[in-house]
């Protein structure tokens, strides 16, 4: 078992956001999801092909401080290549985020 931990920092402005959410593909999807920022075009397709939600309106992540630090681990039980996504959510859908493909 593997533990994988995330980290990000919130949005400076809260706007419309109401939780900051995690997907997982169990898979590596780099090809599709390069390391770095996601529109909320790609959010929004990146959150409708995961085969896992880590976390979605846990009141652990709702938005509560601009700017502030959160973090999120991971356990894994198979060694493999996994694409993370982070990103912003309200009523309305997903706002942008951030992808990252990590390998244990």
Partial sequence: MANINLSWTDPA?????????????????????????LDATEAAAFAAATSTIVNVSDATYTYNTAGGAKTFADSVTNGGTYTYG???KNGAGYGPGEAVTISV
């Avoid at 995690?22 to 090809?31: G, K, N, P, Y």
Wanted: net charge negative; glycine share 8%.
């Fill in 13 to 37: 402005a809260a706007g419309d956001i109401d939780y900051i959410c995690v997907h997982r593909f169990d898979t590596d999807q780099s090809a599709t999801y390069a390391d770095g920022s």
């Fill in 86 to 88: 982070v990103f912003s």
